[in-house]
Structures are given as structure tokens and as C-alpha cells.
DNA sequence: GAGTCGTGGGG
DNA sequence: TCCCCAAGACT
């Protein structure tokens, strides 16, 4: 650990520290849903759901999601469409593949108990560093960091901690410290209340210095660089892909949709035939059809454009040109579903097609 | 270690 | 408008 580190780490009253920050915890934490209990499984499902994820758009998929599988074995037994479904909208869709694949795991291995050690645990599909910890300290009151962003930002100003916290080694370093500053007694109150304040008082921008219970702790504070902590170095910018889409349908209004690779983006979930294009406008209503003919068989007659919708992601951006068509009469459609419109509401869409799907509608009103 | 993997909200 | 973000994990 770095000297300055360690020496601002050693003028912490960490007693002090802890008992402020818990103590305001308990009187000012927000209630969330996943707060009710501790049931491990609810815990964990809430932490998957977290990651990278605002609250207030976790809560409302929370409670469908547990209501729909309100206990690790109802989820086990599920089929993947179902749960691909209740995680629709939600994104980084892999996190549910994980952790469908880890309750069925936990099933067999386990006897249906989440475990309570860092060990085992840590030996689930999609259960990392920070979401060990969480589930353990949270569920099982078992003294483990866990260390995310807020933990990270936090500590860093707290510390005056000038790394990167862009770069994953650096977490490694938050993890040693809170090995040292977290409360044995209460790890759970701890951890929460750590991430707490980083998501109320300590936010990124603008941080409540004056409402905060541990600004006489925070080296940050006062030395009046809060503003300038954490260091974190900034991604590229995402590529722009472009990109034709064909909402197909046939005489008797069915839909024709492709399920998608069962790995990389968007894995498993289910789409409106699309490719890639070239940048020209003039052809590439031509290409889309090129396409759905080598690659479905299908011969469609397709509309003049309809319109165009983009999708941003976390590394590119999708340009896509929607074209609604025909499929002709006794056309083969191979790799694709013929669905009506009420089957296909079973089937999870990202919601880059749920607006394909909505601006081929607007069409077929005019 | 850098790239991959979603989405919607806020400054 | 644009950029960054939000309770990360996997390859």
C-alpha cells in the first residue's frame, strides 16, 4: 500500500468513523424493497440486479421479479424465456444467465442454501468481488468488503486516495483497507451504509459535504479537493454501427423474429431480421432484402423507409433504418419464428426492437 | 489489462 | 446536445 495512503489510514479514528456513519445509516437509510429482510436469495437477486443499475429503476423489476420467482427454487425451475422476459429492459442481460444458471447450481450443490463462504460463493456464475461481499456482509452478516463505485468514491475522499479508479487493480486496493476499517459487529449496517452515503450525500458531482456525518474524518474535505476525488480516467467513445431492420409480416398478420446467439450482445434474446449496411441510404433498402434472402430464404416485398431509431451502448451505437414489409405468399422464412402478435408478448425484445416494433405500428395507422 | 456487455436519467 | 454516470463480471 502506498505511504500516504497507509498514513491517513492510521490518523482514522476508525472506531469513531464506524459509529458515525452506521448511526446515521439507521436513522436516514432509504426503504428499499430488498431491505425488509435478509433472505439470501432476494439479496442476491437485488445485487445482480444493482449492478451498474440505478435504484429507482431496480425497484420496480425487483418486485415483479420476486414476485414472479419468490423463492431460489421457483427461479431454478424456470424456463430461460421467462426469466429473460422478467429481465426485459433491464440490460447486460448476461447477469440473469448467470445467476439462473447459479440458483440451479446452488440447487444441486448446495441443497438449495445460498452459501455463506467467501469461498463458495464466490464460485457462482456472476458472482464477483463486490457481490460476494454484499450477499455475505448483507445476508449472512460476515465481514467482507464490498467494494464498488460508491465504496470507491467514498473511501477515496475519505483517504485522499489519488488512483485510478478506472483501473481494476485499484479496487483491490479499497478491499485491503475495508478489511481493517469494517465494522466487525456490523458488517451488514457498515457495508450498506457505506454505499449509502455514496449514493445520497457523497455523489459523484456535487457532494453534501455539510450534511455529511463523516465530513470530520475526510481528508478530502478538508483539504477542499472532494471535487477533485475519485480519479477516474474516461472510456473511448462507442463506434456507430449502421445498420437495416425488416418488421415482416404475411397476409395473416403474423410476425416473422429470429432468436439471437446464445453468447455476446444481447444473447438469447429475440429480434426483427436486421444486418449490418453500408452507409448508403440510396441502397440499402436493397441490402436489407439481399439479406433476408441469403440468410432466411424469405422473398418480402418491403415499404419505402419508415423511419430510423438509434440504441446506444455502453461501447457502440446502433443506426438503424426500419423497414416494414410483406413476406409473399408461400415464402420459406428458415431461422425464423412465425409468431402472432399476442405470442409474441411472450418472447423478451431489447428495447432497441420494442421501438422497431412500435414505429412499424405508427405506419400501419396511416 | 483492455474490451465486452444495456439502459435511462441527470448535469 | 453531449457526456457521464449506476450497488460489476467475464473474457
Redesign the pocket.
Known amino acids: 500500500m502506498l505511504d500516504s495512503i497507509d498514513k491517513n489510514l492510521h490518523s482514522l479514528n476508525i472506531e469513531d468513523f464506524r459509529k458515525d456513519l452506521i448511526s446515521w445509516y439507521l436513522l436516514e437509510k432509504r426503504d428499499?424493497p430488498w431491505r425488509i429482510n435478509q433472505d439470501p436469495y432476494k439479496i442476491w437477486v437485488?445485487?445482480i440486479m444493482?449492478?451498474?443499475?440505478?435504484?429507482?429503476?431496480v425497484i420496480p423489476y425487483f418486485l415483479a421479479f420476486t414476485e414472479k420467482f419468490p423463492t431460489l427454487e421457483a427461479l431454478a425451475e424456470a424456463d430461460e424465456e421467462d426469466v429473460l422476459k422478467a429481465w426485459e429492459?433491464?440490460?447486460?442481460?448476461?447477469?440473469v444467465r448467470?445467476l439462473h444458471s447459479a440458483v440451479k447450481e446452488v440447487v444441486s450443490s448446495y441443497g438449495g442454501i445460498v452459501p455463506d463462504t467467501p469461498e463458495e460463493i464466490s464460485k457462482l456464475?456472476?458472482?464477483?468481488?463486490?457481490?460476494?461481499g454484499?450477499i455475505l456482509s448483507i445476508a449472512y452478516n460476515v465481514p467482507e468488503p464490498a467494494v464498488?463505485?460508491?465504496v470507491m468514491?467514498v473511501m477515496s475522499r475519505i483517504l485522499s486516495i489519488w488512483e485510478d479508479i478506472a483501473?481494476?487493480?485499484t479496487r483491490t486496493i479499497f478491499e485491503n483497507i475495508l478489511y481493517e476499517v469494517i465494522s466487525k459487529e456490523q458488517p451488514s449496517e457498515f457495508n450498506?451504509a457505506l454505499?449509502?452515503l455514496?449514493?445520497i450525500i457523497c455523489?459523484?458531482?456535487?457532494p453534501s459535504c455539510l450534511m455529511c456525518p463523516v465530513r470530520e474524518h475526510c481528508h478530502a474535505f478538508h483539504e477542499g479537493v472532494q471535487r477533485e476525488l475519485p480519479v477516474?480516467s474516461?472510456?473511448?467513445?462507442p463506434k456507430q454501427v449502421t445498420m437495416a431492420a425488416a418488421v415482416l409480416k404475411d397476409a395473416e398478420g403474423h410476425y416473422y423474429i429470429h432468436k439471437r446467439n446464445s453468447s455476446?450482445?444481447?444473447?438469447n434474446l429475440w429480434e426483427f431480421p436486421n444486418c449490418e449496411t453500408t452507409i448508403d441510404i440510396v441502397s440499402q433498402k436493397e441490402q436489407l432484402v439481399k439479406f433476408l434472402s441469403d440468410e432466411y430464404e424469405t422473398e418480402a416485398e418491403l415499404e419505402p423507409l419508415t423511419g430510423t431509431i438509434q440504441?446506444?451502448?455502453?461501447?457502440?451505437v446502433w443506426n438503424i433504418s426500419v423497414y416494414a414489409g410483406q413476406l409473399k405468399p408461400g415464402s420459406s422464412y428458415k431461422n425464423l419464428v412465425k409468431v402472432t402478435e399476442t405470442e409474441m408478448q411472450r418472447y423478451a425484445f431489447?428495447?432497441?426492437h420494442q421501438k422497431i416494433y412500435k414505429m412499424s405500428l405508427q405506419t400501419n395507422e396511416q
Open positions: 428499499l437485488s445485487e444493482l449492478q451498474q443499475t440505478r435504484v429507482d429503476t429492459g433491464l440490460g447486460y442481460y448476461s447477469r448467470n456464475k456472476g458472482v464477483g468481488p463486490y457481490t460476494k454484499a464498488d463505485g460508491n468514491r483501473k481494476p487493480k450498506q454505499m449509502e455514496g449514493a455523489t459523484p458531482t456535487s477516474k474516461k472510456k473511448k467513445k455476446g450482445l444481447l444473447a440504441h446506444v451502448f455502453s461501447h457502440l431489447p428495447v432497441s
